[in-house]
Protein backbone atom coordinates (compact mmCIF):
# COMPACT_ATOMS: atom_id res chain seq x y z
CA UNK A 1 0.00 0.00 0.00
CA UNK A 2 1.57 3.47 -1.32
CA UNK A 3 0.96 6.96 1.13
CA UNK A 4 1.75 10.32 0.10
CA UNK A 5 0.69 13.08 2.66
CA UNK A 6 -1.78 15.97 1.67
CA UNK A 7 -2.02 19.51 2.96
CA UNK A 8 -5.15 21.78 2.91
CA UNK A 9 -3.81 25.09 3.12
CA UNK A 10 -6.59 27.94 3.97
CA UNK A 11 -4.66 31.48 3.42
CA UNK A 12 -7.07 34.33 4.76
CA UNK A 13 -5.39 37.68 3.31
CA UNK A 14 -5.58 41.08 4.59
CA UNK A 15 -8.64 43.17 3.08
CA UNK A 16 -7.34 43.77 -0.43
CA UNK A 17 -4.22 41.74 -0.58
CA UNK A 18 -5.31 38.84 -2.14
CA UNK A 19 -4.56 39.34 -5.45
CA UNK A 20 -0.44 39.80 -4.38
CA UNK A 21 -0.34 36.84 -2.43
CA UNK A 22 -2.68 34.76 -5.16
CA UNK A 23 0.62 35.59 -7.44
CA UNK A 24 3.60 35.03 -5.58
CA UNK A 25 1.54 31.52 -4.74
CA UNK A 26 1.59 31.15 -8.35
CA UNK A 27 5.27 31.64 -8.66
CA UNK A 28 5.62 29.23 -5.63
CA UNK A 29 3.31 26.80 -7.55
CA UNK A 30 5.02 26.67 -10.81
CA UNK A 31 8.58 26.02 -8.94
CA UNK A 32 7.22 23.27 -6.77
CA UNK A 33 5.69 21.26 -9.49
CA UNK A 34 9.29 20.58 -10.80
CA UNK A 35 10.84 19.09 -7.26
CA UNK A 36 10.99 15.92 -6.87
CA UNK A 37 8.05 14.30 -4.19
CA UNK A 38 5.75 17.25 -5.37
CA UNK A 39 2.51 15.30 -6.77
CA UNK A 40 -0.07 17.90 -7.04
CA UNK A 41 0.45 21.36 -6.02
CA UNK A 42 -3.31 23.42 -6.84
CA UNK A 43 -4.29 26.74 -5.71
CA UNK A 44 -7.80 28.06 -5.22
CA UNK A 45 -9.18 31.88 -4.94
CA UNK A 46 -12.78 31.81 -3.03
CA UNK A 47 -15.50 33.31 -5.56
CA UNK A 48 -17.24 35.29 -2.73
CA UNK A 49 -14.42 35.98 -0.92
CA UNK A 50 -11.39 37.27 -3.01
CA UNK A 51 -8.74 37.21 0.06
CA UNK A 52 -9.41 34.06 0.48
CA UNK A 53 -7.25 31.23 -0.76
CA UNK A 54 -7.08 27.44 -0.67
CA UNK A 55 -4.01 25.27 -1.69
CA UNK A 56 -4.19 21.72 -2.19
CA UNK A 57 -0.48 20.12 -1.98
CA UNK A 58 0.24 16.20 -2.43
CA UNK A 59 3.99 14.99 -1.72
CA UNK A 60 5.39 11.35 -1.62
CA UNK A 61 6.37 11.88 1.76
CA UNK A 62 7.30 14.32 5.01
CA UNK A 63 11.09 14.11 3.54
CA UNK A 64 10.35 15.41 0.58
CA UNK A 65 7.80 18.13 2.18
CA UNK A 66 10.43 19.18 4.41
CA UNK A 67 13.07 19.90 1.60
CA UNK A 68 10.31 21.69 -0.09
CA UNK A 69 10.29 24.00 2.95
CA UNK A 70 13.90 24.79 2.64
CA UNK A 71 13.52 25.46 -1.26
CA UNK A 72 14.47 29.26 -2.55
CA UNK A 73 11.18 29.51 -3.81
CA UNK A 74 9.13 28.38 -0.82
CA UNK A 75 10.94 30.84 1.25
CA UNK A 76 10.89 33.85 -0.95
CA UNK A 77 6.93 33.60 -1.08
CA UNK A 78 7.04 33.55 2.51
CA UNK A 79 8.83 36.55 2.64
CA UNK A 80 7.14 38.27 0.22
CA UNK A 81 3.21 37.36 1.57
CA UNK A 82 4.52 38.02 5.47
CA UNK A 83 2.49 41.35 5.52
CA UNK A 84 -0.12 40.75 3.53
CA UNK A 85 -1.60 37.51 5.70
CA UNK A 86 -3.50 37.52 8.50
CA UNK A 87 -3.87 33.97 8.88
CA UNK A 88 -2.62 30.33 7.51
CA UNK A 89 -4.21 27.03 8.56
CA UNK A 90 -2.49 23.79 7.48
CA UNK A 91 -4.69 20.69 7.58
CA UNK A 92 -2.17 17.70 7.01
CA UNK A 93 -3.75 14.36 5.64
CA UNK A 94 -2.49 10.74 5.01
CA UNK A 95 -3.77 9.64 1.23
CA UNK A 96 -3.74 5.79 0.98
CA UNK A 97 -3.78 4.62 -2.43
CA UNK A 98 -5.10 0.87 -1.95
CA UNK A 99 -3.80 -1.79 -5.02
CA UNK A 100 -1.85 0.44 -6.36
Given at each position: ??TS??L?????C???????VY?S?L?C???????P?????????????P?Q??L?????????L???RE?SH?????????EL???V?I??????????
Amino acid sequence: MKTSIILRVTVRCKPGQGKPVYESLLQCQTHSLQEPGCLEYDLYRDFYQPDQLYLFEEWQSHAALALHRETSHYLQMKLDTAELVDAVEIVEHQKVLSGV
